[in-house]
Nanobody
Framework: QVQLVESGGGLVQPGGSLRLSCVAS????????MAWHRQAPGKERELVAA???????VYGASVKGRFSISRDNGKNTVYLQMNNLKPEDTAVYYC?????????WGQGIQVTVSS
């Protein structure tokens, strides 16, 4: 089981930026597909962005052009750079890893966009 630890959340004003980080345990990080999901109160969990081992990226329609996912295999870390944040981006953000027969989730981190 891969352990995932998120950091970087918090409160930000509309139009502001945040960068989330997720550090994974183990030595096989470069093989995993890494993703960020989010869940707002009363809503289903949705995919925000994913990055494959090839570094190919996929984004949810609501964040395309504003968010950017990247990975540093040397640090076992995936990042989510969030720009031009909107109140509707308020949610708990979860880091997710998949590959080699395993799926793991982080504990989640709160992002609140409010003035």
């Amino acid at each position: 089981q891969v352990q995932l630890v998120e950091s970087g959340g918090g409160l930000v004003q509309p139009g502001g930026s945040l960068r989330l980080s997720c550090v994974a345990s183990g030595s096989l990080f470069s093989n995993y597909t890494m993703a960020w999901h989010r869940q707002a109160p009363g809503k289903e969990r949705e995919l925000v962005a994913a990055i494959f081992s090839s570094r190919f990226t996929v984004y949810g329609a609501s964040v395309k052009g504003r968010f950017s996912i990247s990975r540093d295999n040397g640090k076992n870390t995936v990042y989510l750079q969030m720009n031009n944040l909107k109140p509707e981006d308020t949610a708990v953000y979860y880091c997710n890893s998949g590959g080699l027969g395993t799926v793991s989730w982080g504990q989640g981190i709160q992002v609140t966009v409010s003035s």
